[in-house]
């Protein structure tokens, strides 16, 4: 059955038809076992898989399910903690030009050296499909700090009228114990970012122009977003970690600010508020959806198919790693309505949430022996 939502900004709880909605029964089926702290997929043409792996790692997976060697051509990537090689998408245009974009963290050098930061970077897979070519860096959050938490880094490509407008957003996270800078406008941290594919700022960011703000910064006060995808009409939606509670869903608009640590329905870890305790503040935008305690959300994809039936078609499902499991989120207007809880008995940490081709959706289990597991409903 589903559950109870809390909700927009007095968290009240709505069904919002769920009942009317029957689920289907899920059921999962193993793509691919023996990925090691898999981060993030991308799907080919061909039917393969492309998987990041958090310790610096980039393959192909084969449609039988078969491990290919890992690609070369990767940058040197700062993996300790949660950071490593993360998110990985392809160009709308990839079956022409074989062009993807992946995130990592990135280690320092010079006068950074032993710090990192998240950084966005450009590729072409080779035709043969077992290196990157032409790599290059877009990005580098500035100022790097040492630190092995809170990298955020999930990348959408931008839509306007359904084709690219030639833009990315790259989610950042604050670094933990920086909460502090995702209120600084002269700093990446706890920021989405907006860059064009060559690495340039577009003229109609929303701080272009000021000298007390980075230019490539769309929205801020994000904590740690893991999950960013396209709405069907276009628009970017994001979660973020909250604390010990305060998961939060937003749709970020650019200029605005999100609040983190100035308000927030979580609190310290181990009790505690965060700054004032408080929830609501003028100029701070409140969360679409929130969740208390929190479900560690990680990975998030719209379901534009029907494969799950026509009541499913644009809902949200966000994966979870504390609760191992997913969640369907309904929508409507631009606004959460309900909840329900999927596969409660997966028991395993969910990193990705992919739509696939086929309209199935795929899930990366994060373990030292993680799996792609696509899950399927009974007709």
Same mark, same amino acid.
């Given at each position: 059955?589903?559950?109870?939502?809390?909700?927009?900004?007095?968290?009240?709880?709505?069904?919002?038809?769920?009942?009317?909605?029957?689920?289907?029964?899920?059921?999962?089926?193993?793509?691919?076992?023996?990925?090691?702290?898999?981060?993030?997929?991308?799907?080919?043409?061909?039917?393969?898989?492309?998987?990041?792996?958090?310790?610096?790692?980039?393959?192909?997976?084969?449609?039988?399910?078969?491990?290919?060697?890992?690609?070369?051509?990767?940058?040197?990537?700062?993996?300790?903690?949660?950071? $490593?090689?993360?998110?990985?998408?392809?160009?709308?245009?990839?079956?022409?030009?074989?062009?993807?974009?992946?995130?990592?963290?990135?280690?320092?050098?010079?006068?950074?050296?032993?710090?990192?930061?998240?950084?966005?970077?450009?590729?072409?897979?080779?035709?043969?499909?077992?290196?990157?070519?032409?790599?290059?860096?877009?990005?580098?959050?500035?100022?790097?700090?040492?630190?092995?938490?809170?990298?955020?880094?999930?990348?959408?490509?931008?839509?306007?009228?359904?084709?690219?407008?030639?833009?990315?957003?790259?989610?950042?996270?604050?670094?933990?114990?920086?909460?502090?800078?995702?209120?600084?406008?002269?700093?990446?941290?706890?920021?989405?970012?907006?860059? $064009?594919?060559?690495?340039?700022?577009?003229?109609?960011?929303?701080?272009?122009? +000021?000298?007390?703000?980075?230019?490539?910064?769309?929205?801020? $006060?994000?904590?740690?977003?893991?999950?960013?995808?396209?709405?069907?009409?276009?628009?970017?939606?994001?979660?973020?970690?909250?604390?010990?509670?305060?998961?939060?869903?937003?749709?970020?608009?650019?200029?605005?600010?999100?609040?983190?640590?100035?308000?927030?329905?979580?609190?310290?870890?181990?009790?505690?508020?965060?700054?004032?305790?408080?929830?609501?503040?003028?100029?701070?935008?409140?969360?679409?959806?929130?969740?208390?305690?929190?479900?560690?959300?990680?990975?998030?994809?719209?379901?534009?198919?029907?494969?799950?039936?026509?009541?499913?078609?644009?809902?949200?499902?966000?994966?979870?790693?504390?609760?191992?499991?997913?969640?369907?989120?309904?929508?409507?207007?631009?606004?959460?309505?309900?909840?329900?809880?999927?596969?409660?008995?997966?028991?395993?940490?969910?990193?990705?949430? +992919?739509?696939?081709?086929?309209?199935?959706?795929?899930?990366?289990?994060?373990?030292?022996?993680?799996?792609?597991? +696509?899950?399927?409903?009974?007709?």
């Amino acid at each position: 059955m589903p559950r109870l939502s809390q909700l927009l900004p007095c968290g009240l709880a709505l069904l919002a038809g769920l009942a009317a909605a029957q689920a289907p029964a899920l059921s999962t089926s193993t793509v691919a076992s023996g990925l090691e702290h898999p981060w993030a997929l991308a799907f080919l043409s061909d039917g393969r898989y492309l998987v990041t792996e958090r310790p610096g790692r980039m393959r192909i997976v084969e449609r039988d399910g078969r491990l290919g060697a890992p690609l070369q051509g990767l940058p040197a990537v700062a993996a300790a903690g949660q950071g $490593g090689l993360l998110d990985v998408v392809l160009d709308s245009d990839f079956a022409r030009n074989r062009t993807l974009y992946f995130c990592f963290a990135e280690p320092g050098e010079g006068a950074d050296r032993g710090k990192n930061g998240t950084a966005l970077a450009r590729a072409r897979l080779s035709d043969d499909a077992t290196r990157l070519e032409q790599l290059r860096v877009l990005f580098s959050q500035r100022p790097k700090y040492a630190s092995s938490l809170h990298f955020g880094c999930r990348i959408a490509e931008r839509m306007v009228d359904g084709r690219s407008d030639g833009t990315l957003f790259l989610t950042l996270g604050e670094r933990f114990q920086y909460k502090e800078e995702a209120q600084n406008l002269q700093s990446h941290l706890g920021k989405i970012v907006r860059v $064009g594919k060559d690495g340039s700022v577009p003229a109609d960011n929303p701080f272009v122009g +000021r000298s007390d703000a980075r230019p490539e910064i769309w929205s801020y $006060g994000h904590r740690n977003a893991q999950g960013a995808a396209l709405a069907p009409d276009g628009s970017l939606w994001m979660h973020e970690h909250g604390p010990q509670g305060g998961d939060e869903v937003n749709r970020p608009e650019p200029g605005r600010n999100y609040g983190w640590p100035v308000i927030t329905y979580g609190e310290n870890y181990g009790g505690g508020k965060i700054g004032e305790g408080i929830t609501h503040k003028d100029g701070m935008e409140q969360p679409l959806h929130y969740w208390v305690p929190s479900i560690a959300p990680s990975g998030m994809a719209f379901i534009t198919s029907e494969r799950y039936g026509a009541a499913w078609k644009g809902s949200l499902v966000v994966g979870t790693l504390k609760a191992q499991r997913l969640e369907r989120l309904t929508v409507q207007g631009g606004r959460i309505t309900g909840t329900e809880v999927l596969l409660p008995r997966l028991g395993q940490r969910v990193r990705d949430v +992919r739509q696939g081709p086929d309209g199935w959706l795929y899930l990366l289990t994060d373990a030292a022996q993680g799996q792609l597991l +696509r899950v399927e409903a009974a007709r």
